[in-house]
């Protein structure tokens, strides 16, 4: 009998007849193959229906007849709540080298991880699938023991923080004193909930010919200029467009640079599809894009300007949550990930490491940090979606 503590997974595998039902109610894409393989096992029905406001009790009902009516018998192919040790949502340009460089670690240490199960996928796939998820997550034993995330997600918001970070659920696990290069701008959490990792540098891009006359940007604030309207192109798609870029807009400026900023933006893309943009000329591009240090070090155009900004790259935060009372048992891994040697991977990547040997060399200095007096201040979901929502206004008179 289904009670809704299932993960999705199990859901698919009881009775295939089941995705019709979810499709009728809008949720079919959770249940695509891809989908399943990323967020399906860890994550609960009960919290999937919840999130979409669905009434849990007649929704399971009906899903119990149905299964009675095929005849199956769902204590026969329920298996057991799999339990995930690690999970990675990483940027783009960090996911694969990551995720070759984690699995040969495990691959070289057998005895040290048997049954160890981990998933390792891009930031992109979850951002808007499995992160708004969170809200509705009221048990630990629904996360897995490791969480590395990235971006300003529900992982700050006041739900998740109320009910796991306040709690003491996750204990920061910094092994080493943090890099004098991120601790510049006072990067490690001071209450020791989240353990910093690296950060998504986010530089601002110039393609100085379609620029023409007008200055080149060497601030963030420059980026307000009216000269620059409907001519930037960041990351977003739809109605979404990136938080980290939005929160430090907000925090310098207020709503009226939101406001501002919504009438500069031309489009929201991928990072991927703005170098593309950038290394030809077309009718599609912009003057100015905001992408990740990693992305503009792929651009291959003699009239594209890299600018990292006076005031600094903004810091998109990758970072780790630990819970408290499994760190002992996961000690080996966590040292791993905290390396020198993953660090020197990090910053390869064009990823700043924490790791105090390693040098940060190739990064220009400045930094621009969100803040955790920011932070642990406001509700970050609820201001996230006040942002939106004045962003879309503007957006929508164009």
Known sequence: MITGSENLLQIAEMNKAFIAVFEKHGLGNYFKQENLN???RFTRLNTLLKTNHLDAESF???????????LQNAETHMTRQENLHFSAMLPCGLRNPFKEF?????QNNPNSF???NYLIEGNVNHELSYYPLLD???????LPDIIMASDINNFFHEPFMKRFIHTGIFESYQANALNKYLEQVQYADPHQHFTMYTANMLVIVVDMERLGHRKAPTT??????????NDIIMRGEDDFFCNAVMLPFYKDAGMDSIKTLAQNIKSGLHPAQMV????????QGAAVYIMPWFFSQRINNKHIKIVWPNDGAIASPVFLLVKKDKINQHQHFLNFLLSQETGEMLENRFFPSTHPKVPNSSFPKMIKWLGWDFIYKYDIGKLKEDIRTEFMKEWDKK
């Open 220 to 229: 963030w604030s420059d980026l307000l200029d009216p000269s620059f309207k």
């Open 276 to 283: 593309k943009l950038a290394n030809q000329p077309n009718t």
């Open 60 to 70: 399971i009902e009906t899903l119990n007849q149905l299964q009675n009516e095929t």
């Open 38 to 40: 990323r967020i399906g």
């Open 102 to 106: 984690t699995e040969k670690f495990i």
């Open 114 to 116: 048997t049954n160890f």
């Open 136 to 142: 509705n997550i009221h048990n630990s034993d629904e």
